[in-house]
T-cell receptor, first 112, second 118 residues
Framework: QKEVEQDPGPLSVPEGAIVSLNCTYS??????FMWYRQYSRKGPELLMY????GNKEDGRFTAQVDKSSKYISLFIRDSQPSDSATYLC????????????FGTGTRLTIIP | EAGVAQSPRYKIIEKRQSVAFWCNPI?????LYWYQQILGQGPKLLIQ????????DSQLPKDRFSAERLKGVDSTLKIQPAKLEDSAVYLC????????????????FGPGTRLTVT
């Protein structure tokens, strides 16, 4: 069993839809939970992070962490074509975001 | 602020040949990472440097991979000899790694070098 599982998709939704991306994990030591966005032929860029359980909102993006279920989610509201990318969840047990363990990524396409 | 620079962007080699990748991190960033991202997978850490010292190389296949970070700035990753399964994107990332906030440790990624081994 992989430490971090993520549905690879691909996922295609119409513009304006709400998108839900999810990851599950097995290592209970993980405390920092991140979402990265990776455009084609680019490196990943940090989108959001959450420490421990709870919700965090940033504009159209909401990250949720449920440590009791070992489950994290990223919601994108009012999705735009520019949101089309691969979304990677990443986790760390250490302060900051060193020693990251990544999911496989979900490829998302927003259809205009 | 300039980002993480990597070269070359693409490389095609035959198996058993050697190859080297170069990374120039963001100025002032103490920590440098090399990741391997196989198609359809997330990045996997190969090696982490703090200044010019190795912090973690537990997942580096040391029989064929080597990396160095001279003078604590630029870094090179070498593969010798290459195998078919080494085909991947090799990402370099750097972080400031100074201070007490989460974002002090945010990793900034370069565009990667796409390696194809035939």
């Amino acid at each position: 069993q992989k430490e971090v599982e993520q549905d690879p998709g691909p996922l295609s939704v119409p513009e304006g839809a709400i998108v839900s991306l999810n990851c599950t994990y097995s290592n209970s030591a993980f405390q920092y939970f991140m979402w990265y966005r990776q455009y084609s032929r680019k490196g990943p860029e940090l989108l959001m992070y959450t420490y421990s359980s709870g919700n965090k909102e940033d504009g159209r993006f909401t990250a949720q962490v449920d440590k009791s279920s070992k489950y994290i989610s990223l919601f994108i509201r009012d999705s735009q074509p520019s949101d089309s990318a691969t979304y990677l969840c990443a986790m760390s047990a250490d302060f900051g975001n060193e020693k990251l363990t990544f999911g496989t990524g979900t490829r998302l396409t927003i259809i205009p | 602020e300039a980002g993480v620079a990597q070269s070359p962007r693409y490389k095609i080699i035959e198996k058993r040949q050697s190859v080297a990748f170069w990374c120039n991190p963001i100025s002032g960033h103490a920590t440098l990472y090399w990741y391997q991202q196989i198609l359809g997978q997330g990045p996997k850490l190969l090696i982490q440097f703090q200044n010019n010292g190795v912090v973690d190389d537990s997942q580096l296949p040391k029989d064929r991979f080597s990396a160095e970070r001279l003078k604590g700035v630029d870094s090179t990753l070498k593969i010798q000899p290459a195998k078919l399964e080494d085909s991947a994107v090799y990402l370099c990332a750097s972080s400031l790694a100074v201070g007490g906030t989460f974002y002090s440790y945010e990793q900034y990624f370069g565009p990667g070098t796409r390696l194809t081994v035939t």
